[in-house]
């Protein structure tokens, strides 16, 4: 499979650690993801989204023909920063996976922590899903709640629930592997 990612890389990490067959991890921009790439001897793709702006769909492109040079056939998106256009999801088509940091359909986008704690949710989580064009959509997989505490900020709610995202992806993507979850 090929990992996508843009930030710290720790859901990657998990990934890696639970020993699963990634050919590439391909990246829109320098990041934690890339370094640990690099350290674990993955092939790694650099598609620069700002070499790109603004053409999204020149963007994709570069992506679907990264993630085609590596044979891959599953995509697992780890904090992938920049939305994908349509050529992307009709060349993996319902192969591509997410892991998001909320109980879904509540609290889609990049903000989803900031926004359940503003929201004042007492109850939020993550959500694995099969990606789709509409962003933060598409059938669920797997999902696991998490309980907001009276003093937490957005980096410690985030932090819990990323938590448990390197539990769970992981172990949703390994039974997609093995056809235990049919796609
Ligand atoms: C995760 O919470 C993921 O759901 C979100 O971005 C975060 C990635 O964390 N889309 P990391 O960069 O793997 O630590």
């Known amino acids: 499979m090929g990992v996508l990612a843009s930030g710290g890389g720790s859901i990657l990490q998990a990934i890696l650690d639970a020993r699963l067959p990634v050919a590439v991890v391909l990246v829109d921009r ?12 993955i092939p790694l793709e650099v598609v620069e989204r700002v070499s790109y702006l603004p053409d999204r769909l020149a963007f994709t492109h570069a992506v679907v023909d990264a993630l085609r040079a590596h044979d891959v056939d599953l995509v697992a998106m780890a904090g992938f920063m920049t939305i994908l256009d349509k050529p992307v999801f009709d060349a993996f088509d319902g192969r591509i ?5 909320s109980l879904l359909p509540s609290f889609r986008g990049a903000h989803a922590v900031p926004d359940a704690l503003a929201f004042g949710a007492k109850v939020t989580g993550c959500t694995i899903h099969v990606a789709t064009v509409e962003v ?10 998490v309980v ?11 932090e819990r629930i990323k ?3 390197r539990r769970l992806y992981p172990a949703v993507l390994a039974r997609i592997l ?3 979850i049919r796609l």
Do not use: K, Y
């Open 148 to 158: 907001v505490g009276v003093d937490d900020t957005d980096s410690t709610l985030h």
């Open 97 to 101: 996976v997410n892991t998001h940091p």
């Open 178 to 180: 093995e056809g235990d």
């Open 136 to 145: 933060d959509d598409g059938p669920i997989l797997a999902q696991e709640a």
């Open 30 to 41: 320098d990041c934690g993801a890339a370094a640990i790439a690099r350290g674990a001897g």
């Open 163 to 165: 938590t448990v995202e």
